[in-house]
């Protein structure tokens, strides 16, 4: 199983990026799908997960509203598209990987890391001042 994110770079506040989750080696439609992040010297953070059809998401409430999380299963690629970024959304982004295509009604299981089973290797998204 492997994970390739990718999409990170530098860019201004207020400016966009998208990022993609390439996934090969597993049946992607029957996993949900998930963005962590961490920023430097914190905790990783929940950001945005995707159900194995893409008809369910949920978000952090730090980045709800200006980002937007997508998947194509012919592709099978996840996406996260950020929109008004600000500095303070500069981290590490992961894109994680859950054996149940449907979300868990708990927003514990949801968020926490451990939900997923698969991970890629992250890429780093810098937003200047």
């Known amino acids: 199983v492997q994970l390739q994110a990718s999409g990170g770079g530098l860019v201004q506040a207020g400016g966009s990026l998208r990022l993609s989750c390439a996934v090969s080696?597993?049946?992607?439609?029957?996993?949900?799908m998930a963005w962590f992040r961490q920023a430097p010297g914190k905790e990783h953070e929940f950001v945005a997960t995707?159900?194995?059809?893409?008809?369910?998401?949920f978000y952090a409430g730090s980045v709800k509203g200006r980002f937007t999380i997508a998947r194509d299963n012919i592709k099978n690629t996840m996406y996260l598209q950020m929109n008004s970024l600000k500095p303070e959304d500069t981290a590490v982004y992961y894109c994680g990987a859950k054996s149940n295509p449907i979300l868990s009604p708990s927003l514990r299981v949801r968020n926490s890391r451990n939900s997923y089973e698969y991970w890629g290797q992250g890429t780093l998204v810098t937003v200047s001042s």
């Open positions: 995707i159900s194995g059809s893409g008809a369910s998401t």
């Open positions: 080696g597993l049946a992607f439609s029957n996993y949900a």
